[in-house]
T-cell receptor, first 112, second 109 residues
């Protein structure tokens, strides 16, 4: 089934540890996004990429990094996790310039 | 600044009609989007408006007034499965989505 795959679906992590959330899409969309979703705050954009080889900062980029080596993959790395990064993380993709996003199932991350 | 406002929570009765309002302020405007998100799941696209007026899609309709910075999502013949959060989002001049915090819709029998 075409779509977006995220891994892991859930993770508990000690503060200070490094963590990479994986995201792969098979729809050949040029644009990909990482959001975090916290209760009462809605979706907040962390980083985005409009094409392979380029990335941009969103609303809340601090403490996170991304790479876009090819069209399909867009991993999100937490270099040194902190408790405030406890959240549900969604990866999404779209055609560039549209607002119709396709989301992965989410990764629930708990930092202790 | 850019802002999307929508009610935090609404309650409606099965079989009834409910209207979820959304107001937006963005730098530039390239469309208004509604997404549905069931608890514990990912958001899924519902509708898109870029011109003034009503777009109908089955039991769901979405309305846009660009001059008022206003949209609503209308859900008819409510079913229990419509219990979800409904997210309003506007596409700004940089083609980035600005998201509202979502409206949690509770359907009662």
């Amino acid at each position: 089934i075409a779509g977006i795959t995220q891994a892991p679906t859930s993770q508990i992590l000690a503060a200070g540890r490094r963590m990479t959330l994986r995201c792969t899409q098979d729809m050949r969309h040029n644009a990909m996004y990482w959001y975090r979703q916290d209760l009462g705050l809605g979706l907040r954009l962390i980083h985005y990429s409009n094409t392979a080889g380029t990335t941009g900062k969103g609303e809340v980029p601090d403490g996170y990094s991304v790479s876009r080596a090819n069209t399909d993959d867009f991993p999100l790395t937490l270099a040194s996790a902190v408790p405030s990064q406890t959240s549900v993380y969604f990866c999404a993709s779209s055609e560039v310039g549209t607002g119709e996003l396709f989301f992965g199932e989410g990764s629930r991350l708990t930092v202790l | 600044g850019q802002n999307i406002d929508q009610p935090t929570e609404m309650t409606a009765t099965e079989g009834a009609i409910v209207q979820i309002n959304c107001t937006y302020q963005t730098s530039g405007f390239n469309g208004l989007f509604w997404y549905q998100q069931h608890a514990g799941e990912a958001p899924t696209f519902l509708s898109y408006n870029v011109l003034d007026g009503l777009e109908e899609k089955g039991r769901f309709s979405s309305f846009l007034s660009r001059s008022k910075g206003y949209s609503y999502l209308l859900l008819k013949e409510l079913q229990m499965k419509d219990s979800a959060s409904y997210l309003c989002a506007a596409l700004d001049s940089n083609y980035q989505l600005i998201w509202g915090a979502g409206t949690k819709l509770i359907i009662k029998p």
